[in-house]
């Protein structure tokens, strides 16, 4: 499984990036930072923003598109159902078992 | 010092002194002709005739638009007005076909949406929870 995915997830910035992106998803940059800002006081450059949602991109959770001459980013959480592949969630109608 | 005059460039001035009159609702203050088609073109709050002019400038200056595009790109405006309700601002202007880039967002006190003023440039409307 890709690195990128892990590590994307690694940071609290990008999984309050991708938390904004589940409120509305189709943000552009300037909307991302007033949240980041203004809801979660986080002081961060606008460059540093980007460089976030860069990893983001790469690791597929967040794609971008144009629309004329606005850029808007979208979150995709396809890339999380490897992670539920690789170790399987149990059925939520069998018992849960108990460990010892 | 005070703050008397600020100023946008607008793509074509005839299509922004519609926009700003009669979609936003500004008023015209000064149109005074500047040879070659340009005109010195303000507009003001009707509430407030006298108060800070908005400059309708041609954007004929080639460092203008690979500036405005790389703006617009990432949703950022370059003006920022008041208004008493965003939301009702946003459902009036909507209404009127206006293209938002941000939809209203509450964060804490204030309130902002981010529109296109069809001449260039995204505009920021800001109002703040009484």
């Known amino acids: ?100 | 010092m005070r703050i008397h005059l600020t100023s946008v460039f607008v793509d074509d001035q005839a299509k922004a002194e519609h926009f700003y009159t009669e979609i936003l609702g500004f008023e015209k203050k000064h149109d005074i002709p500047l040879g070659e088609e340009a005109r010195w073109l303000t507009v003001v709050a009707p509430d407030e005739p006298d108060g800070t002019e908005l400059l309708l400038e041609p954007a004929g200056h080639p460092a203008v638009k690979p500036y405005r595009d790389a703006l617009v790109k990432d949703g950022i405006p370059l003006a920022q007005f008041a208004v008493t309700d965003v939301e009702a601002e946003y459902e009036r202007l909507h209404a009127l076909g206006v293209r938002f880039t941000q939809e209203p967002l509450a964060m804490g006190q204030v309130t902002t949406a981010v529109f296109d003023d069809t001449c260039g440039n995204l505009i920021q409307i800001a109002s703040q929870a009484q």
């Open chain 1, 1 to 100: 499984m890709a690195d990128d995915l892990f590590k994307a997830l690694a940071d609290p910035t990008r999984r309050t990036i991708l938390d904004e992106l589940t409120e509305k998803s189709g943000q552009t940059l300037f909307e991302i930072c007033s949240r980041l800002s203004m809801k979660h006081q986080l002081g961060i450059s606008r460059q540093a923003v980007s460089q976030h949602l860069a990893l983001l991109e790469a690791a597929g959770l967040v794609e971008t598109r144009r629309e004329g001459r606005y850029k808007f980013h979208d979150l995709n959480t396809a890339p999380l159902r490897r992670i539920a592949e690789r170790w399987p969630m149990p059925d939520p109608s069998e018992p849960e078992k108990r460990t010892p």
